[in-house]
């Protein structure tokens, strides 16, 4: 670890290298769903898709110790519009990446079929499914353009009522999806989405958010160094004392 410090409650951690990024975030995690197992018998636990979490990922798929049997596993948005076989769905991800490769007790996602038909609908089935299973833990990244789950600035509400909602994505989200190889282009990329706010969130006990690359080093030092405001929406998280946020060098360097 090159650098462990506060910004107001939140716990900053920035690594030489994305892997011992990833690896020790990973631990840090494992080590919040044993205790919440130890303690409550069982865990729920809310996860982003993106590229950006898949060392993390890929390092909590062989943490030991774990009765995966007793964790619920739920993820934080999707897109309206997308086929529900479609690659770039996070639910599809997810699956790909975690849900897959580990026996957990349940496994809840964001209907993409439904959500075409009647997003709205498909919200409140999703927040009716939270209501009974409060998140423990919360798994997330940061955009580059500031936002938590597709939060983004202009959607972004610290005291929203709601904990799932319809949103339309800012061309700065959007662009993302393409920098990441996720689209081939930027009219490929849906509009509109479906995300738990940033209440439902931040309800979590515990936040692990994992930040590696260039391309988010601007959005760290705003989250980090800014003020706490949805012009970053990711600044939310310096009035969590239960969150704890992981960067590379790349990402990092200007809070070093």
Not at 38 to 54: D, E, K, M, W
Not at 189 to 197: Q, S, Y
């Given at each position: 670890m090159l650098k462990s410090f506060k910004s107001d409650a939140l716990n900053v951690r920035i690594y030489e290298s994305r892997e011992e990024m990833g690896r020790c975030a990973?631990?840090?995690?494992?080590?919040?769903?044993?205790?919440?197992?130890?303690?409550?018998?069982?865990?729920?636990?809310?996860?982003?898709?993106?590229?950006?979490?898949?060392d993390m990922l890929d390092a909590l798929v062989q943490a030991p110790g774990i009765d995966w049997g007793k964790v619920n596993a739920f993820h934080m948005d999707e897109y309206i519009g997308l086929a529900s076989d479609a690659p770039q769905g996070f639910g599809n991800f997810l699956k790909r990446h975690l849900f897959s490769k580990l026996p957990f007790g349940s496994v809840c996602c964001i209907d993409s079929a439904a959500a075409a038909k009647d997003p709205d609908a498909e919200c409140q089935r999703y927040s009716r499914i939270l209501g009974l299973n409060p998140a423990d833990i919360a798994c997330m990244g940061i955009g580059e353009n500031g936002h938590i789950a597709f939060n983004d600035p202009h959607a972004a509400f610290f005291d929203d009522p709601e904990t799932v909602k319809v949103v339309d994505l800012d061309d700065k989200c959007r662009m993302q999806q393409v920098n990441d190889g996720c689209f081939g282009s930027l009219a490929a990329?849906?509009?509109?989405?479906?995300?738990?706010?940033v209440s439902a969130l931040m309800a979590a006990k515990n936040i692990y958010c994992?930040?590696?690359?260039?391309?988010?080093?601007?959005?760290?030092?705003?989250?980090?160094?800014?003020?706490?405001?949805?012009?970053?929406?990711?600044?939310?998280?310096?009035?969590?004392?239960?969150?704890?946020?992981?960067?590379?060098?790349?990402?990092?360097?200007?809070?070093?």
């Open positions: 990973a631990s840090d995690i494992a080590k919040g769903i044993r205790g919440l197992l130890s303690r409550q018998g069982r865990a729920n636990v809310v996860f982003a898709a993106a590229p950006s979490q898949l990329v849906p509009r509109r989405a479906i995300t738990l706010t994992v930040v590696p690359g260039e391309s988010k080093r601007e959005a760290v030092l705003n989250a980090v160094r800014g003020g706490i405001s949805t012009d970053c929406p990711a600044s939310i998280l310096r009035a969590q004392p239960g969150a704890t946020l992981y960067a590379d060098m790349e990402s990092g360097r200007d809070i070093l």
